[in-house]
């Protein structure tokens, strides 16, 4: 296989290089194998957009404001550690 | 201890315990965990009080802590599962979604969701599959997400915390998104 047939085809590779390039810098070989097989291979590009998105729903998951509450109960009981601690039992 | 830190730690429970509750439940995600978490650290806060001299705010020093025992919480899961070493994860991160050549197998090509706008990120019977998701993967691929996306950690701290190579951290997150993605369109399509 030459080299192009091998970038051609390698869309575990690719699929890494694009998570890769998500949180960090990829060299210029890294770069050029990326693009060239992107051009070739649509089932890469439609990965490439959906795990963007998954990234930022990840995101908005993790920060969307759901207040969770301590119930009352286990609050007694971290009140009643605090303050058998302090009075030094 | 003085007085007047003593009197202030009785008002912890009341001032932070749901701030700090709610922090480590968005790391941990499991209740009875993040009780743990805040339990252990006021009763770590309690025992520093001493050293703690009010060099910054009291909130910013408990969460200090708590946030750090998130982190050996994440440690510990990942010294619980040498999934990339010996393949022995158990789960579904087994899969190999490519051919020999590296071409992907019919079975796991992507497919359009038919959702990659953001209109689509308000989609409640989607959320709903995406945390379900979610939950199938191992917990340090979460821990590595959440450190990641919610915490926005650099990372070298990642790997560091979680005592990963750079490499085996890119193969996580390749993986993890691979099969995240899989099941995302497996169960949306299916609907």
């Known amino acids: ?89 | 201890m003085t007085k007047k830190e003593s009197l202030d730690a009785r008002a912890w429970v009341d001032q932070y315990a749901d701030y700090l509750y709610n922090y480590a439940m968005k790391r941990v995600r499991d209740e009875d965990l993040a009780k743990d978490l805040v339990q252990e650290t006021f009763l770590a806060g309690l025992e520093k009080l001493d050293s703690f001299e009010g060099r910054s705010n009291v909130l910013t020093w408990l969460t200090a802590i708590l946030r750090n025992k998130i982190v050996d919480q994440f440690r510990k899961r990942s010294s619980l599962t040498h999934y990339i070493e010996d393949g022995a994860g158990g789960g579904n991160e087994a899969i190999d979604f490519f051919e020999d050549n590296g071409f992907w197998k019919k079975q796991h090509q992507p497919q359009p969701f038919g959702m990659e706008t953001d209109e689509q990120l308000n989609n409640k019977e989607f959320d709903n599959i995406f945390k379900r998701c979610l939950k199938k993967l191992p917990a340090l691929w979460m821990s590595v997400f959440t450190m990641k996306h919610l915490d926005e950690e650099k990372t070298e701290v990642i790997c560091q915390a979680l005592k990963v190579t750079t490499s085996n951290y890119w193969v996580i997150i390749h993986r993890a998104k691979l099969n995240l993605r899989e099941c995302l369109q497996k169960h949306w399509l299916s609907l």
């Open chain 1, 1 to 89: 296989m030459n080299t192009y047939t091998k970038i051609k085809y390698n869309c575990r590779h690719t699929t890494y290089l694009i998570e890769k390039k998500q949180y960090s810098h990829l060299g210029p070989w890294e770069l050029a194998q990326m693009y060239i097989h992107l051009i070739t291979c649509p089932f890469c590009r439609l990965y490439k957009k959906q795990t963007r998105f998954i990234a930022s729903f990840l995101r908005r998951m993790f920060k969307a404001n759901v207040a969770e509450k301590l119930d009352t109960s286990f609050k007694q009981t971290l009140r009643q550690i605090i303050e058998d601690r302090l009075s030094g039992k």
